[in-house]
């Protein structure tokens, strides 16, 4: 049986679709930007020598820096494609400053709309930082550090409202099959942390490389640490505690470890990954490239679409006016909708608050920006060769670091309400 054009079903059901689309897809736009710039970042860092020899300015700095070899160039790729990338998307943060209603026209314009013009303005900020002086990018490298901590840190926090998030949403449900796959998820996590902690001390402690004290350091504070907040979690004094997020958290925190020393150097005669050349073949290295690409790109993602962490209303974030979807791409479909959407919506109708912060959202892709020129060049390392990343002791406690604030900050949250009884911590 046909169904008739103006049927309202067939039309709630386009209404459905276009609220899906408008939800979501200038998201996965910015985000495939991001992933743009992560993927010219990692190219020219080992390819862009040629390309960079022929800039004057870019020479000059070379011979300034009176260095060897080809790492300096890659460096400098790396360093100018993040300053385009953090340039754009800390311009469009500022330009989102106080946009708390739909009907604003920066919304529909700017953070919606525009998508050839933004993807032009893109390219240009990616061509720009190229006609800069070296001494403009050593000053963006310097801040680059300070916003990479900052990235860091708000990545935990996100990590820890998810884990939270998670466990509450399952708890909700009336079914005790969800406590049953809570259960399941815990024992899960647990048993992956204890399996790569017993992997570590095979890996980062080898036989007749002595005593490997600090190695041996950072695992069994991992594991104290562990144990503390899981056994902090589930005292009947903390209010909001719970073995899967501590779970949860647990495999973070040993992954942090496991990474922390995975970036030893390879010289490092504790670092036992380097001796053995099947597990440093260049498509194991490939695929960490990629899983570490996919992660910051999730983390960043994340932080932006996380309702409680960026909420700028407690109102519901659905669309109260949803125009009819069109046959245009996504990202002209996207503009379009919202256009209609703003543009139905009568002076009288009242105000349609956003469902998440949008300078907050593109302040995250900024911050994440300076990260990743941070993780491609080990943190301003020189010691990065063409088919490593992240490696050097800068990483290491770098990652160390993170770990140690990412187990107090979740310990103050379950220690933070019984401390402070009078005090709100919802």
């Not at 360093?79 to 106080?98: P, Q, T």
Request: hydrophobic content about 45%.
């Amino acid at each position: 049986m046909r169904i008739p054009e103006d049927d309202p079903v067939r039309e709630g059901a386009c209404q459905c679709t276009s609220v899906a689309i408008a939800k979501t897809s200038a998201r996965i736009a910015y985000c495939t930007l991001f992933f743009l710039s992560m993927l010219l970042a990692w190219l020219l860092r080992d390819f862009a020598k040629p390309m960079l020899e022929k800039i004057p300015w870019i020479v000059r700095g070379y011979i300034d820096a009176n260095v060897s070899g080809s790492t300096w160039f890659g460096l400098q790729a790396v360093y100018r494609v993040s300053f385009g990338n953090f340039a754009f998307f800390f311009l469009l943060c500022i330009m989102m400053i106080g946009v708390t209603d739909r009907r604003d026209n920066r919304d529909k314009w700017i953070h919606h709309g525009s998508w050839q013009l933004k993807f032009l303005v893109w390219i240009i900020f990616m061509i720009l930082p190229f006609l800069l002086p070296n001494d403009v990018l050593e000053g963006y490298a310097w801040t680059a550090r300070f916003g990479s901590g900052i990235f860091l840190v708000l990545q935990m926090v996100i990590l820890l409202d998810f884990a939270d998030a998670w466990n509450q949403s399952w708890i909700s449900k009336e079914s005790e099959n969800w406590l049953y796959a809570l259960l399941a998820v815990t024992v899960f996590c647990y048993s992956l942390s204890i399996s790569l902690i017993a992997l570590m001390f095979y890996w980062f402690k080898p036989e007749g490389a002595g005593s490997c004290g600090l190695n041996v350091f950072f695992i069994v504070s991992t594991l104290i640490l562990s144990v503390l907040f899981s056994g902090i979690s589930v005292h009947p004094e903390v209010q909001r505690g719970s073995l899967m997020p501590s779970s949860v958290v647990t495999l973070y925190v040993t992954y942090l470890c496991y990474a922390a020393l995975a970036s030893l150097p390879e010289d490092d005669k504790c670092n036992g990954l380097s001796q053995d050349e099947t597990a440093l073949s260049n498509t194991s290295l490939a695929l960490g490239m990629m899983i570490t690409m996919v992660s910051v790109v999730y983390s960043a993602l994340r932080a932006g679409s996380n309702s409680k962490f960026l909420s700028a209303s407690d109102e519901d974030e659905e669309y109260t006016e949803v125009p009819k979807a069109t046959a245009a791409g996504p990202f002209e479909s996207e503009e379009q909708q919202d256009m209609e959407r703003n543009g139905d919506a009568g002076e009288d109708s009242g105000p349609k608050p956003v469902s998440y912060n949008y300078s907050m959202f593109h302040l995250i892709f900024a911050l994440a920006s300076m990260y990743i020129a941070m993780l491609m060049t080990g943190w301003g390392s020189d010691e990065q060769e063409k088919d490593r990343i992240d490696i050097g002791w800068t990483s290491v406690w770098v990652k160390m670091c993170s770990l140690w604030m990412t187990a107090a900050i979740y310990m103050w949250t379950l220690l933070a309400p019984c401390l402070f009884p009078d005090r709100d911590f919802s």
